[in-house]
């Protein structure tokens, strides 16, 4: 199966800040649409887990535009600019490449 | 809108079987997958398996034959049924539609606690 990594457990970051959660697979996950079958989620508590980002690189519809998705290949990150209280959370990425579809161990953004 | 609720038993005892049914509305599950997801704490977020708007089903295989997914199309509900429960089937059970391989909506969970 594939394993996504999410090394940081956690990062701490001040409001206004950017900061950028890695995610790293252990193949490829281009498929030969040309698409990348990378998504992102956030978890905060008492809400719902909130799609932001498909593809790799596309937005949700209503994903602030200061969520940004990048990367190819193995390597991907979701940016975050200017955070936001309420961007403090838990972030996860997912692949749907391959069966089984197989989930990052989670970044925990949390305020400095 | 699109919105999905699961509900569940809560408190399961080892060896039984969970039983977990999905309720939406906005969307027609004819028209999309549905995936079902379990958050841990012994393995973090997991997927289990989905049924597809057709209604043929996939599972993970590290649930092995434990597992099964149905749907009534008629009352827009899902349902996830896993057999012999352990305690490490705790966890936090999640369904989330698929839109084209990313869960673009997702339940709140429902909590289910395996012990005696």
């Keep these: 199966q594939i394993t996504l990594t999410q090394q940081a457990e956690s990062l701490w970051v001040s409001p ?39 593809h790799a690189s596309i937005r949700t519809d209503g994903v602030p535009t200061r969520f940004i998705g990048s990367g190819s290949g193995t390597e991907f990150t979701l940016s975050i600019e200017d955070v936001q209280p309420e961007d403090i959370a838990l972030y996860y990425c997912l692949q749907t490449l391959k069966k089984p ?3 990052g161990a989670g970044t925990k953004l949390e305020l400095k | 809108q699109v919105q999905l609720k699961e509900t569940g038993p809560g408190l399961v005892q080892p060896t039984q079987t969970l039983s977990i049914t999905c309720t939406v509305s906005g969307f027609s599950l004819t028209s999309y ?13 997991e997927w289990m398996g989905f049924i597809r708007s057709g209604g043929s089903t996939e599972y993970n295989s590290e649930f092995k034959s434990r597992l099964s997914i149905s749907r009534d199309t008629s009352k827009n509900q899902v349902f996830l049924k896993m057999n012999s429960l352990k305690t490490e089937d705790t966890g936090v059970y999640y369904c989330a539609r698929d839109n084209n391989w990313y869960f673009d909506f997702w339940g709140p969970g429902t909590m289910v606690t395996v012990s005696s």
């Design chain 1, 16 to 54: 206004g800040e950017k900061v950028s959660i890695t995610c790293r697979a252990s193949q490829s996950l281009l498929y030969t649409d040309g698409k990348h079958y990378l998504s992102w989620y956030q978890q905060r508590p008492g809400q719902t887990t909130k799609a932001l980002i498909y």
């Design chain 1, 101 to 103: 579809y197989t989930f």
């Design chain 2, 33 to 45: 997958y549905m995936q079902w997801v379990r958050q841990t704490p012994g393995k973090g977020l």
